[in-house]
């Protein structure tokens, strides 16, 4: 299943990858978010990047949902660190 989403600036439609196993969908946007905001600012982004580029609104939704990626070995970060955040396991294109 793939899902559509349109971008917030410019309305442009897109879709998703399939999520990796294991993955929520919502922590599947999050780590496409993370990977896409990593390879476009050259680091890593704070909270407040990851909720808007995934639209999630809540900075405790990120937390849990970075914590969640964290769990399953998807990405590293350092708490109490900010944008400690970087990734383990790199996404192969189909």
Do not use: W
């Not at 294991?22 to 407040?48: D, K, M, N, W």
């Amino acid at each position: 299943m793939v899902t559509k989403h349109r971008c917030p600036c410019c309305r442009h439609e897109f879709s998703d990858p399939e999520p990796p196993a294991g993955l929520t969908p919502v922590q599947a946007r999050a780590l496409l978010a993370i990977e896409r905001l990593i390879a476009e600012l050259g680091f890593a982004p704070s909270y407040a990047e990851i909720g808007a580029a995934a639209g999630m609104t809540s900075r405790s939704s990120v937390n849990r949902v970075v914590c969640a990626l964290h769990e399953r070995g998807f990405i590293n970060f350092h708490p109490g660190r900010a944008r400690s955040i970087s990734i383990v396991q790199q996404r192969t294109a189909a």
